[in-house]
């Protein structure tokens, strides 16, 4: 009523209802007189204060109730100022997450950045039980497509990386009404899995949906996305706590509005860029390429940063990089007639500082082009020299296994359509195989405030970290280093040429000692060629099972007079060819091959296009394979072949042996160096030696991870090893760093598993 009540009298009971509501003890059970004030401020009931007296105390009487009265009216001012500014801080700590969300969304520039801060936001205003997802809507407004879910499993989060529009969700639900849905209690609703996949129904069921809901993502009457919540218990929403996530998502839909049309005009941007330039890299023999373009900071207009490769006469190549000042259409335009009068006046047979020269006549006569840079070079392989010229341009490097220079020696020039400049001038220098000539653009090297020779020497120092790499991993390794750490207000071009040497050919008496050598020429010939580490491996592995079988098998009779020749080159694909030739008479295969005999099998597993021809009578057999380009993997940092080595190899054992450790869980034999027709029947002597003297149910170890290859024969002392060591009751435990050729090699020629682990390093 509003009023206060005074009651007095005779005792009344104040039994509880029920167990439920029976009060705490101590509380009088009954009264002999009670009182109720009202606390009210401003005709607004804020609460109620209340009063007791038990039976063995005196009634209340009205001077009492007035004295109460005036401490109600002054609690009720309390009461009042504490909800006031418990409401003020609520409200200051919404409008303060509601301002960083905007800031947030506002900075963000790509849909998954704008999903992810938004369901940040969203997590802080309903709580870290909850899971926030955020889903795009896919131009054919048939599917949504997740920018942002978190919570859960990996396995659960791809379940709902996907959803079509006929999935029966309140996600899809509230994109095709329109409309936000507000499920505060799901067992109040239909199944809430009701026609859903198995695997999506189960999904919810092992999150424990309690309470969800779902926000279309609006603008300008659009529906873009949809954000959705859902908790694992039961949610009261509050009309303040709608209102929030209502902000938010608005913010968020127009956040992912400008997200979705930058990236547009970025695609755009990037198309008619890539346009411009090269459609793909020539496939050539002796030079290896790799190229990167790298759209600046602002991204969403077309770059003027270009580079191009030209076929000339005499296996010469040119190779040519450009910036062009500015950005969007008009600098495209520019860089693509640049690029192309370059080409054409190279085609002409112009070295590069006259090449130059013309292109600085046609930029001249080129609205848009005035100031802009180009850096040229020609390489001759077959010479061994590369000649270049700079207008305005940073000086290409040249990157070499002992580091890497700047080719700065003919001066920098001056940018083109600069009127009274003096003439380019050409530099020159030696190339050798195995050398990579980087070129590059500005943006690869200047930053604000810092001096040129600084960004020069930066990348240069790069450059020579990454100096074994092959082009494809030393281009990529050079852009993650230099601009790991700076924005990149402009675009990069850059663009890497490895020299590659001529095929390699040699022969080589039949002896199983020279194999060693044959090795490390061919390390040092695929290091020049810019192979990918694995497909090094892959080549070594066959390779030399293919001279060992020649050496083997060819000459069992008279391995005095026999002779193997091999070659080995690379394709303008990529690829390697090898071929490997003998002039004896190989044995036929034994019924039994015991431990040995897959040398063809491993070639056939390591390479393609696996061909063994023998030749009538007793002209001799030879193999051929090819070792397909290989996706592009950690930089080959292979040993170089030691000087004077002239391509036969040096006789030795590769310093091969094997050492014994006996520790507490059983001696363990640790086998050093290389294994392979030379050494391996050495070292099964040794291991099975040792073997022989353990007593049935002992355990012993042959540690391979010091060993650095391990050819067939050497899987066929491990195999001959294992079982040897079954049959007299002895565990035999092998073990193989993973990566290394003795892994690879035992993983391919197919020995048992359960016969081997691989141990991390």
Known sequence: TGRSVLRAGSPAPAEPAGPAERPEPGWPLSLLSAMAIPLTVRGRLLAVLALGRQTDAPSFHDDDRALVEEIAARAALAVDNAVLLADERAAAHRLSLLQRATAELSAATTPVEVAQAAAGHIRALTG???????????????????????GGSPAGRELWRTLPMSTPVVATTAVNERRPIWIEDVTAQPPADRGLAPELAASMREFGLAAVAALPLTVAGRVVGVLSVAWPEVRRLSATDKAMLLAVAEQCAQALDRARLYRAERGIAETLQLSLLPAQLPALERLALAAHYLPGAEGSQAGGDWYDVVELADHRIAIAVGDVVGQGPAAAAVMG??????????????SPAEALELLDRFAARLPGALASTAACLVVDGTAGTVRWARAGHPPALLVTPGGAQLLDGAGSGTVLGAPGRRPYTEGTADIAPGATLLLYTDGLVERRGEVLDVGLERVRAAAARHAAADPVALTGGLLAEVLADAAQPDDVALIAARLLPEPLTARLPADPRRLSGIRRVVAAWTAAAGLPGDTAEDLQLALGEALANAVEHAYAASPDDGECRYRVAREADGSVRVEVRDTGLWRPPPADRGYRGRGLELIEALGTDVEVVHAPGAAGTTVRFRMAPAVPGPAARLERAPAGDGGGGTAGDGGTSVTVHDEPGGPRLEVHGEVDLATAARVRRQVLARLEQLAPGSVATLDLRPTGYLASAGVGLVLEAVARARRAGVELRVLARPGTPPARILALAGVDEQAWEELQA
């Open 128 to 150: 870290p039980a909850s899971r926030v997802a955020v889903y795009e809507l896919d131009p054919s407004h048939r599917a949504l497509s997740a920018l942002a879910i978190d």
């Open 337 to 350: 007639q640049l690029r192309s009068a370059l080409s054409t006046a190279l085609l002409q047979g112009c």
